[in-house]
Each structure stands twice: as C-alpha cells, then as structure tokens.
C-alpha cells in the first residue's frame, strides 16, 4: 500500500483493516511526509524498509504482550524497528543491559549475547515504539513529526481487541498511555524506564517476565519463551 508520495507502508493484512480509517487520514499523511523529507534531507534510523517492524512481525490477532519503547536507537546500525532491540552486531545498550539483568534474575536465564529481540515479536510480543523514526544522533528528535497520533491508534485498536494482551509499561512516557487501556480487561505490568538513570528505583527486581507469563498462563494463552537464541 503506497501512503503518500514515496513511503510505503507495506503491513499484514490483519493491521491493514484495523488501521485503513487512520492511514486515509490528513494528519497521517502529513506525518508521512514528513518522514519522507527528513530521510531527504538527514541521516534517518532506522532503514526505511524497518520502520514498521514491529507490525510486520505479529499479526494483530496474534498479540500476547504489548511492550512500549519511546523512539529508536539514534546511532549508526543500531535500530531495527523494535523497542528496545538493535541488530545483532550491535553493541548492547545500556538499557537493554539493564532488561536481561532483569531477565536473568527473574527467570534464571542467560544474559544474552546480542541484543535483537526479534524471537521475542515472532512469539506475540509488540515491540512498539510511540515513534517510529530518528534522526541520527538526536534522540527524540521526531517526537513532533505525528508519530504518536498514529502509535496511539495502535495501542487504542489493541485495547478493542476480545483477546486479553499484558502491556508492559516501563517508564513515565510509556504509563501515560494507560488511559487507552482497560484494565478490566487487559493487563498492565508497570516499573520505572530500565535506563541507568532510573533501574534501581524499582525496576530492578519488578519481575515483568515472570508475572507476564503467569498471566498468560491464567488466561490459557501460551507463555512467551524469553530465552534468545
């Protein structure tokens, strides 16, 4: 599907039909086009072709767990289009240092050896930033591009959804889209953001894998394998 002049947004069907009604609106493809001047003009992560990653890899009916990033990695090769992952030459960022300290204390699994999280998507974990894009060596810097508008109808449209989804919610950017959430129906893990500057105030030792796989199980969905191959 060509949304715009030159960027493509080629999702699954499943996401397709939830999503149509947004995709034909102005302030989408205004948003598009931006993104497509700032790959013209700037230096822009992640590659095109990855920006939509994290729907690419899970269906929409398909979503178990829903973990929200801010924006991607702004250094050369690091982004692949899922929160909180980067390809597997990369060195691993602190933050996602900090996540399989996490995991390795909670499940008593290995601390990786790479950082891509895709085995993780593959299984049904939404690896959703609220932007999508970067410019090179500025974080946040397309924070006013639209990004979120069209992240929120996600997160909105999956709330919709019959099917229970656990939302991990890591930090104060990421809990303040609770609103769109219906606790009744979903479930919300919640911690401070992972990064240096704020893991020991509790995220450390907030055990989200665990708890998230103990809710999977009570809704008879099949858990998530953490492990990373």
């Known amino acids: 599907m060509?949304?715009?002049?030159?960027?493509?947004?080629?999702?699954?069907?499943?996401w397709q039909e939830i999503?149509?009604?947004?995709?034909?609106?102005?302030?989408?493809?205004?948003?598009?086009?931006?993104?497509?001047?700032e790959y013209r003009?700037?230096?822009?992560?992640?590659a095109k072709h990855e920006i939509f990653n994290a729907l690419n890899l899970v269906e929409y009916g398909e979503v178990k767990v829903c973990i929200l990033g801010q924006d991607p990695y702004h250094g050369p090769n690091q982004a692949n289009g899922l929160a909180f992952s980067v390809?597997?030459?990369?060195?691993?960022?602190?933050?996602?240092?900090?996540i399989f300290k996490e995991l390795a204390t909670d499940l008593n699994i290995p601390v990786p050896?790479?950082?891509?999280?895709?085995?993780?998507a593959k299984q049904g974990v939404l690896l959703l930033n609220t932007v999508l894009t970067?410019?090179?060596?500025?974080?946040?810097?397309?924070?006013?591009?639209?990004?979120?508008a069209f992240t929120d109808e996600i997160i909105k449209q999956l709330n919709r959804q019959d099917k229970p989804i656990v939302f991990i919610l890591w930090g104060k950017n990421a809990?303040?889209?609770?609103?769109?959430?219906?606790?009744?129906?979903?479930?919300?893990?919640?911690?401070?953001?992972p990064s240096p500057l704020s893991s020991y105030r509790g995220f450390f030792g907030s055990k989200p894998f665990s708890q998230t796989n103990q809710q999977l199980q009570e809704w008879g969905i099949k858990p998530i394998d953490w492990h990373l191959p």
């Open 2 to 14: 060509n949304l715009g002049d030159k960027m493509q947004v080629n999702l699954p069907l499943s």
């Open 19 to 37: 999503l149509f009604q947004y995709f034909d609106t102005e302030q989408f493809q205004k948003t598009l086009n931006q993104v497509e001047d």
């Open 41 to 46: 003009h700037h230096t822009v992560y992640p």
């Open 87 to 98: 390809n597997p030459s990369q060195k691993i960022p602190p933050s996602l240092r900090n």
């Open 113 to 120: 050896s790479h950082g891509d999280l895709t085995a993780w």
């Open 134 to 148: 970067v410019r090179a060596g500025q974080a946040n810097s397309h924070r006013q591009l639209g990004w979120e």
């Open 175 to 193: 809990q303040s889209k609770k609103i769109m959430i219906d606790e009744s129906k979903h479930r919300i893990i919640e911690s401070p953001h």
